[in-house]
């Protein structure tokens, strides 16, 4: 006879959520994609956009423009479901990673905008020009560290198993 799996603290999940938004928000991140970011992630199996609204007890639209949110910046993936006309959502299998990249081409937006505006300002001959340019050599250092930083973590997955503790533990 097996045993039966745990059973997952409903009540505690829900307080995971919603305090992993809270401390989101708090920092900037929209808070109802961060509530359907942590409602998915606490899943054991990808969502429809019905089944992560009826565990957030909020309305369609509001699923809606948290997963359009997401799945731009590639937090979360869209599936369809064979033979019906609804999505999955679920987590990619290094969201985190995932994310950061994305945003990386924010920062190569930030640098070539600098770069213009130097330019603009006849380069760092000029007291503007020269606060221009250390605005783009640091978002040239930003890009590159991070870079740097997706290299080592999945140097560290690799190394880990995937579950942050060393393999074979």
Do not use: C
């Not at 959520?17 to 992630?41: D, N, Q, S, W």
């Not at 948290?66 to 679920?90: C, H, M, W």
């Not at 990249?101 to 924010?106: A, L, N, P, S, V």
């Amino acid at each position: 006879m097996t045993a039966d799996p745990p059973r997952r603290n409903e009540e505690a999940v829900h307080l995971f959520v919603e305090r992993m938004a809270m401390a989101f928000a708090e920092v900037g991140f929209p808070r109802m994609p961060a509530r359907v970011l942590f409602t998915v992630m606490s899943a054991d199996d990808p969502l429809t956009a019905a089944e992560i609204g009826e565990r957030l007890d909020v309305s369609a639209a509001a699923v809606s423009g948290a997963v359009r949110y997401l799945t731009q910046f590639n937090i979360l993936v869209r599936e369809p479901v064979k033979g019906s006309r609804r999505d999955r959502y679920r987590l990619p299998d290094n969201p985190w990673y995932e994310a950061t990249i994305t945003k990386t081409r924010i920062y190569k937006n930030f640098i070539d905008l600098a770069d213009s505006g130097v330019d603009a300002l006849r380069g760092r001959d000029t007291v503007a020009g020269e606060r221009v340019a250390e605005l783009r050599d640091f978002f040239v250092f930003v890009q590159g560290e991070i870079d740097s930083l997706g290299e080592r973590w999945r140097a560290r997955r690799a190394a880990t198993g995937h579950d942050g503790h060393p393999a074979g533990r």
